[in-house]
């Protein structure tokens, strides 16, 4: 009789562990959970792709009315990292809510098995990154991309405005030649607005205002109030893409004479004492030596 039961708790727990992988691996692999969720070239955190099982599980309480002011304030942010169609603001900080209940799982954990502090140390790394960290971290590198890639757009425009075409003709030619990027995509969707019969003023100021990318909020309000004082465009353009590329290398020249007061705290505490004792290790151990013999 207790083998019995022994080998059918050993098929459960069989079962049940097949059935974690096989929803671990379609996780990974990056197979949609939900239909309304829309197909994306864009990273997933691992963590994330495993907790969306259980967003139904927090879903009432992510979408009640005492979180809404959190959904608004989200909602922004979402859009300037360009996830704005991978999650909805509600399901974000349910992912969030859940990444803090597995902070507590965590701590719980170490309680019970008297590791505290490194438990402790583990689910505020997790907690800390995964609950903002990250969505800061895709934001401020999706607006690098933008600015990086800003002044090549305006120049292409440029050449393209000056040999007689309009800008929408312009913008639809350099975006089927470019590979897509941060850039690409904002201006893609732009684009796809103004085809749709949208004002090309409007489409424009509404990408400024999802992005909210300083040196693009800059150009397009400068191509806005060009088009309705009746400024040359060509001009414009090229003007600003100047003032884009300036700004650029000054932004690099920055980064470079930062990167010399970086590397001192490396250099003074990992190098220096490493170069110290190589060098005078072995003089030291010949005084030693001298004082002992004498």
């Known amino acids: ?128 990154f995964y609950s903002s960290m990250w969505l800061s971290m895709r934001i401020k590198a999706r607006h690098l991309s933008i600015m990086k890639a800003l002044p090549n757009v305006l120049d292409l425009l440029t050449l393209s405005v000056e040999s007689g075409r309009d800008i929408v003709s312009a913008l639809r030619d350099i975006l089927a030649r470019r590979r897509m990027d941060p850039l690409g995509e904002e ?39 060009a088009e309705e004082l009746g400024v040359s465009i060509v001009q414009l353009l090229r003007v600003q893409g100047d003032m884009q590329r300036n700004k650029r290398f000054s932004l690099a020249e920055k980064l470079a004479n930062e990167a010399a007061v970086k590397i001192i705290f490396p250099v003074v505490f990992c190098i220096l004492p490493s170069v110290l004792i190589v060098i005078f290790g072995p003089l030291a151990l010949q005084v030693l030596q001298m004082f002992r013999v004498g």
């Open 1 to 128: 009789m207790d083998m019995i039961i022994q080998l059918a708790a050993a098929f459960s727990a069989g079962a049940a562990v097949t059935c974690l992988s096989l929803c671990i691996l379609r996780l990974l692999s990056g197979v949609e959970l939900e239909r309304k969720r829309a197909e994306t070239d864009l990273p997933v955190p691992v963590l994330f792709r495993l907790l969306m099982p259980f967003l139904p599980l927090v879903r009432s309480t992510s979408e009640s009315e005492g979180l809404a002011s959190w959904r608004r304030s989200v909602a922004p942010k979402l859009l300037m990292a360009g996830y704005g169609e991978v999650f909805t603001p509600g399901d974000f900080i349910g992912l969030k809510l859940l990444v803090y209940l597995l902070g507590l799982v965590i701590l719980l954990i170490g309680a019970l098995s008297g590791r505290v502090l490194i438990c402790l140390c583990m689910a505020a790394l997790v907690v800390t």
């Open 187 to 225: 201006l893609t969707r732009a684009f796809r607005q103004m085809q749709l019969g949208r004002k090309r003023a409007d489409a424009l100021r509404d990408m400024a205002q999802r992005v909210r990318q300083p040196d693009l909020t800059t150009t397009v309000n400068a191509i806005v109030q």
